[in-house]
């Protein structure tokens, strides 16, 4: 009964470098999404998904790259880390339509 | 368009105190209304609301729709130093299907 699992759960990254956070569900679910949390900012959407080979961006899409070749899995790859990017990322999933999502356990992210 | 505003942003009160916690929405791209509490982790799932005027409740937690005013509110009762979180809404867009967050309200309760 896995749900979301994100990895990793904790990294630290250089400035410059990239990197790649994995996301994958188990619930056969169309709707898959990134959000970032910084402090007093909520949840900020990213990118997301509402099937295989469907993505688009959300409210702060700039530094990330997203791909959805299956419906289990949906990364999201940092390009070139800046500091601005450290934060708290969370992955989650849904049915599509009025269904509330499902979220992994985040992976906190720094970048010094 | 896709603006979700909570209010307030932060509320400390005593234990055995009612709160209630607003969240309105400034788009008529609307599909389902979601609150959800989050404590030290992922955020977690409290009530989906899509019609007017019926109220969702759950314990001493329970939430109400105006779609007409575009606004949601979150009431607690009795409240217990359990209940200290970041409460979390969000509106879920028919026409793109994006789920927009707003800041959160910080809630403490004292004991």
């Known amino acids: 009964n896995a749900g979301v699992t994100q990895t990793p759960k904790f990294q630290v990254l250089k400035t410059g470098q990239s990197m790649t956070l994995q996301c994958a569900q188990d619930m056969n679910h169309e709707y898959m999404s990134w959000y970032r949390q910084d402090p007093g900012m909520g949840l900020r959407l990213i990118h997301y998904?509402?099937?295989?080979?469907?993505?688009d961006q959300g409210e702060v899409p700039n530094g990330y790259n997203v791909s959805r070749s299956t419906t289990e899995d949906f990364p999201l790859r940092l390009l070139s880390a800046a500091p601005s990017q450290t934060s708290v990322y969370f992955c989650a999933s849904s049915p599509v339509g009025v269904q509330p999502q499902h979220f992994g356990d985040g992976t906190r992210l720094s970048i010094l | 368009e896709d603006k979700v505003v909570q209010s307030p942003l932060s509320l400390v009160v005593h234990e055995g105190d009612t709160v209630t916690l607003n969240c309105s929405y400034e788009?008529?791209?609307?599909?389902?209304l979601l609150w959800y509490k989050q404590e030290k982790k992922a955020p977690t799932f409290l009530f989906m609301l899509?019609?007017?005027?019926i109220e969702k409740k759950s314990g001493r937690l329970s939430s109400i729709l105006d779609k007409k005013e575009l606004f949601s509110i979150l009431n607690i009762t009795a409240t217990q130093t359990g209940d200290s979180a970041v409460y979390l809404c969000a509106r879920r867009g028919n026409r793109d299907d994006k789920i927009i967050f707003g800041k959160g309200t910080r809630l403490h309760i004292l004991p």
């Open positions: 998904s509402v099937g295989a080979g469907i993505t």
């Open positions: 788009v008529t791209n609307f599909r389902s």
């Open positions: 899509t019609s007017s005027g």
